[in-house]
């Protein structure tokens, strides 16, 4: 199947369509006929079909870009997010609870027979080790109930960039179990080390070469436009039996370190 085909005429939404994964998907969903529907903080340079304003630590905000979509809406992306270099409580809104509520007021809209995919990253991939704690965040009802549990749990949560997006990961599969009761799937992926402005933030806060240890062993940074197509495959009918995956896009990092850790563990004589 043409995953490109699949989107001509269809109308999509596209979050963080600035710069980054975002634009890049944007960008290749308007090459391919789409509809699309792009939200950020900032205007993109994207020929969108409209532009809606997005700040997704203000629910308010989503909710203004939320209602400014008319459905059908074949297939949602959400490709926001922002780095460490934000204090915690905002890595947390835009992240995990901002997409999360955009995503619950769009489903009414979305046809029954489409998808969703979120932008997680192999820095959540450890979220079988917060998983309790990640359940409470996730129980949560709103926006606000959300934000109130992460301010009074935040000590236990850590590193607020990678327990974000562990939760995403977590929502994503949880809602799988329901969403498909509507004929909607939802996807996530892990992205490892791509160039893009958020990594040239990460950069000015973390040496060049550990991030680097991400990009093996592929030896390499991946483009957005190499996040892109993934996502563009998961929202796809290509993908219609595809339901609560966390498909890794990081060049076989997480791999080889499954395969080093299995390693370590074996017995004598094995390793």
């Known amino acids: 199947m043409d995953v490109l085909a699949h989107y001509l005429g269809k109308r999509v939404v596209v979050t963080g369509c600035y710069s980054g994964i975002g634009h ?67 890595v947390m809104k835009v992240n995990f609870i901002g997409t999360r509520y955009l995503t619950e007021l769009l489903v009414p809209a979305i046809a029954s027979g489409s998808a969703v995919v979120s932008v997680a990253s192999n820095g959540g991939a450890g979220w079988q080790n917060n998983l309790a704690l990640l359940k409470e965040l996730t129980a949560t009802t709103s926006f ?51 160039q893009t402005p958020m990594l040239e933030q990460i950069e000015a806060m973390t040496s060049a070469a550990v991030i680097d240890v991400v990009a093996q062993p592929i030896g390499r940074r991946s483009s957005a436009q190499e996040q892109a197509w993934p996502l563009l495959f998961l929202n796809s009918a290509a993908a219609s039996y595809i339901n609560g995956a966390v498909l890794p896009v990081d060049g076989g990092f997480l791999s080889a370190r499954a395969m080093d850790e299995a390693a370590s563990q074996a017995p004598v004589g094995r390793a």
Request: hydrophobic share 50%; proline share 5%; charged share 20%.
């Open 144 to 194: 606000d109930a959300a934000a109130d549990w992460y301010e009074a749990n935040s000590a236990a949560a850590r590193a607020a960039y990678s327990f974000s997006k562990e939760a995403i990961i977590v929502w994503t599969m949880q809602a799988s179990a329901t969403l498909i009761a509507r004929g909607i799937r939802i996807n996530c992926t892990n992205p490892g080390a791509v």
């Open 24 to 90: 890049a998907t944007a960008q290749l969903l308007i090459e391919a006929g789409a509809e699309v529907y792009g939200f950020d903080i900032k205007p993109a340079d994207l020929a969108l079909a409209r532009f809606a304003e997005l700040d997704l630590r203000d629910p308010r905000s989503i909710e203004a870009a939320a209602a400014s979509v008319s459905a059908p809406v074949d297939a949602l992306f959400n490709c926001a997010g922002v780095s460490h270099a934000l204090p915690a409580p905002q």
